[in-house]
């Protein structure tokens, strides 16, 4: 496989202060960012340690369990960074419908493609494509990382004025449409996939609230 | 990384005759089927050649570019399959419609992993998470693998009756929909989300056609 610069950043809601960090939670993120752009099997554990600036050997010491336990943690912390995003959109809308909270989401991921470029993507995607089959206990965990991120979604549609009763699969179509969204345009470097799933959702997500 | 049983299959609309495959041509079927279960990065020449049943020594022999160029063709061919899939699905329509089109592009999708489970997703969504930020040609390539299929899904959706000038974007937010469940349906070991995406979009694409 051709190797060539590996651009990464933060997910969209990775807006939380950098200062505190200790060499453990800056393995954790470091391991995030890799996979958002190379997947797991791509993401080596010496590329981890150097891009967190952690001491050797230090990755044995916090990770007893390795690159599992590692990678867990990671998809984990993206999984709930994604839903504290959710409460983040929620909270900085005057009027909470909907429509204005996916596309509040959906802007979220724009603006990062639009700042950082497209070489990051979601990294329980990543996951869910290299390793959900070869390891179910992986599997479990990108599972529990996207409920981490759909429970919140669910419940500001709620807020939002959605039937509970739907809330749960609506939130589930939502996810889908921007992770798909997020494939398309980190292939076609262009956020138009992006814009595509609010301009078609919108109508639905108006009779929903 | 745990190791497992990587079960594998082909994506709906593989429905071609497998007899008359020469070992070029299951070599590139291999490679999509490992690509499925475990992304491009953890796919290897070994395992293509062995499940391919092919001749040690074939590969450099019909891939004389290598790993790049074999992923490359089943990237490819398995776009094209599922641009054929959604004529077959179109074609199959007594009363084609938007709604029933896409229904009926989902259920294959379904009807794969309740028979074969959910090991294997599409290999396009592997790519781009695991290769597309290193090489851009690979991303170039899946670009193309998803063209592919949404022009012919663009064109049986106007056949269906949407406005040509709304179809392309409708095709798009289809195959962001039915990815990001495919990737949800996988890490959930359920159909559930596929069914999601077809319960809450029937509405919009009722009034689309």
């Known amino acids: 496989m051709t190797e060539g610069e ?8 990775a807006d939380e202060p ?14 995030a960012e890799l996979i958002q752009s190379q ?7 010496r590329a981890v340690v150097a ?10 010491h916090y990770f007893p369990g390795g690159k599992d336990q590692l990678v867990s943690e990671a998809l984990r912390s993206m999984g709930a960074l994604a839903g504290r995003g959710v409460g983040r959109v929620l909270a900085g809308l005057e009027q909470p419908s909907p429509a204005a909270l ?13 700042a950082d470029g497209f070489d990051a993507g979601c990294p329980l995607v990543a996951a869910a494509s290299d390793v959900a089959a070869a390891s179910d206990r992986l599997r479990a965990v990108i599972a529990d990382a996207f409920t981490l ?6 419940e500001a549609l709620v807020a939002a004025g959605v039937d509970a ?33 609010v301009a078609e959702l919108t109508p639905l997500l108006e009779v929903a609230g």
Chains 1, 2 share one sequence.
């Open 6 to 13: 590996h651009g990464t950043r933060a997910a969209p809601g």
């Open 18 to 31: 950098p200062a505190a960090r200790g060499p453990r939670e800056r393995m954790v993120r470091a391991a």
């Open 39 to 45: 997947g797991v099997s791509g993401t080596g554990l």
């Open 51 to 60: 891009r967190a600036e952690a001491p050797r050997g230090s990755l044995q």
């Open 102 to 114: 996916f596309a509040g989401i959906v802007d979220r991921w724009r603006q990062a493609f639009l």
């Open 149 to 154: 991120w759909g429970e919140p979604l669910t």
């Open 165 to 197: 009763p739907r809330a749960e699969q609506l939130a589930t179509v939502l996810i889908a449409a921007l992770e798909g969204a997020i494939v398309l345009a980190r292939v076609h470097r262009d956020v138009g996939p992006l814009d595509a799933v």
